[in-house]
């Protein structure tokens, strides 16, 4: 959980804009196409999901990657099939390699995928692509197809649904940015992307070169439970060999004099991002989750898997059949943060007491839920354990959440974790830094397994850092030559 509480104010709920159907122009094609909503109602969707991507990934601090992205989204937008429409880029501090794009021209790169890029025609590829599923409206008709109750992902841990009051508002709001995209779209979007790349003068062969990169990575499946570019951009089949020859058409179009790769720009831009997951914002080491920069710790019960996120971190077990969250809350005291939760929550409070979590402030709320199920008409009643703790002049909240018939096998790993809630003062554990992306230079002619040598990279990570570069280990690299390693 990175220290973004001050974002918690800025969620706005889906909910605000009202979806219409109606018939319009589609910019790309030019023919008509049923809508649900205007372009008017599309930015405003626009502006009410971004803060709810910032909340639940952060941003990544990084001024002359976002002002470089922006300057080249103007670039690239004023040549687009909507030249009239304001495009924002932003840099998600995960390390998941993804880019999406959501209604209203909002348009993220995790700092995973711009860790991949190897040249600035990449980017700008994945650039024009996502801008190409706003221009053709992909955004807008996926997510009028979509509802709340079509998927149980709640912060990347797919989780019963019977829980997903208990993860926060933004969170059960991002279900809808990671489905994916028909073959139709995604054919299209390639078009358009090699198209926008290809009229500001980048080389777009790049862009169905990044792409063979993500299939030799294997990424169909998600990173932590969080989707990749390849689960969200699935391959419309032979795409490769379409985005060449598409490019092609266009350079055959174009009889521009040269067409931009910029591989030593683009390097000296990503050096030293951060590379993997960043343990300064929380980490797990052996069974215990430590928070640095929060300066707390806490054990995990064996099996549970943890996602951590800027809003809150959460816990489930392998049957998926209980939740721990552990978020903060607004209120200012323990005895506020207790009742404006419970009544938020609408639970039904059984017994309520004043303790102490290794000398901190605390209340405990044990309090029940009672709910029909719609499609079955069968009463279900969830029983949930909760923590408020006051530490560092802030409220950390914790709760254990099971159905009734699951809870008493669960409550001694809720009480195991929440109870353990402790101060971090260990400093080997406080100072941790992350790995980061190093650009080197070639010393001497050779292959890049003899680069890598030179530079101390150990044998079992180099194939990893071969695909990193998109290289294989006996290519040929001169002296003077960019790579990249892993410091």
Known sequence: MKILKVLLSAIILIGLVVLVPGCAINPVTGKKQLVFMSEEQEIALGKNYDPQVVATFGLYENEALVNFLSAKAD???????????????????????NAFAVPGGYIYFTRGILAQFNNEAEMMGVLA????HITARHTVVNQAKQTVA????????????????????????MQLLFLSFSRENEREADRLGVEYSSKIGYDAHEMA????????????????????????????????????????????????ASYKVNTGSYLKLIDGIVYGEDPRQGYVEGNTFYHPEMRFMYPIPSGWKLINSPMQVQMVPEDQKALMVLSLSQQKTLEQAATSTIEKLKLEVVNSRK???NGLPTIIVDSKQTNQDQQTGQTKTIKVISYFIEYNSAIYVFHGVALEEDFGRNARNFE???ANFNRLTNPAKINVEPQKITVKQVKRAGTLADAFRYYGVKQGEMNNLALLNNMELSDKVKSGQRIKIID
């Open 75 to 97: 670039e690239m937008g004023k040549i687009s099939h909507r030249p009239h429409l304001k495009y924002h880029v932003k840099v998600l501090d995960s390390p998941v390699i």
């Open 129 to 132: 692509h996502e801008m190409g």
């Open 150 to 173: 079509q998927i149980a992902l709640i912060g990347g841990l797919m989780i019963s649904k019977d829980f997903a009051q208990f993860a926060n508002e933004a969170m059960q709001g």
């Open 209 to 256: 070169e990044f792409f063979n990169v993500l299939k030799k990575m294997q990424m169909g499946s998600s990173h932590a439970g969080v989707p990749t570019f390849m689960s969200t951009h699935p391959d419309p089949g032979d795409r490769y060999n379409a985005v060449k020859r598409k490019a092609d058409e266009w350079q055959d179009s174009l009889k521009l």
């Open 355 to 357: 303790a102490s979590v």
């Open 416 to 418: 195991l974790t929440m």
